[in-house]
C-alpha cells in the first residue's frame, strides 16, 4: 500500500508541473545610440520589436540570454509613464526608457531576474529598450543621449 501511495502522489506532482520553451532573439532591426555631448556613435544594437499587446506584455520573459550586441525596443502608442516588471525573466536587465524625441528620459539599472517589483519610468516616455544588465554603466550612457533605429 505505501508502494502505491508513493507511486501516486509522484504521478500526482508531474501533472501541475508547467514547462515552457526558451523563446530565441528575432532579427527585426538595428538601433544606434548616440552620445548627447558629441553627438557620436557610442554603440549598435540588433533589436528585436515589441508592439503588439502581447510582445509588449511578454517582453523578454522565458528567455536564457541575450548576446551583447541585442536589445528588444518597446513601441507605445503614446507618450506616458509606462513601468516594467522582471517576472520570469531569467537574466539581468538595464531598462532604457526613451522620450518621443528619440533621448534617453532615465534607466533602470541591473533589473534583477524574476522581481516582479515595478520599475518606473518616473517620466512619460514612448519607447523602452532592454538590454543586458550592466551595459549602460559599461557604455557610459547618459539621460539626453539619443537613439535612431530602423527595421530589417
Known amino acids: 500500500m505505501v508502494v502505491a501511495l508513493l ?13 515552457t520553451q526558451s523563446i530565441n532573439f528575432t532579427y527585426e532591426g538595428d538601433l544606434t545610440i548616440f552620445l548627447n555631448a558629441s553627438n557620436t556613435v557610442k ?11 502581447y510582445e509588449t506584455q511578454t517582453g523578454l520573459m522565458y528567455r536564457k540570454g541575450m548576446d551583447a550586441n541585442q536589445g528588444m ?21 538595464d531598462i532604457i526608457y ?8 532615465s534607466f533602470q539599472e541591473n533589473a534583477q531576474p524574476l522581481n516582479e517589483a515595478g520599475l518606473s519610468s518616473q517620466v512619460p516616455i514612448k519607447y523602452v529598450l532592454e538590454v543586458n544588465g550592466g551595459l549602460t554603466q559599461e557604455l557610459g550612457l547618459s539621460v539626453g543621449d539619443s537613439i535612431s533605429f530602423s527595421r530589417k
Open 7 to 19: 507511486l501516486f502522489s509522484c504521478k500526482e506532482a508531474s501533472k501541475n508541473t508547467i514547462a
Open 43 to 53: 554603440t549598435n544594437f540588433n533589436i528585436e520589436f515589441a508592439e503588439t499587446d
Open 73 to 93: 525596443l518597446f513601441i507605445f502608442p503614446d507618450e506616458r509613464i509606462h513601468s516594467f516588471y522582471m517576472k520570469n525573466t531569467e537574466f539581468p536587465l
Open 98 to 105: 526613451i522620450k518621443e524625441d528619440l533621448k534617453i528620459a
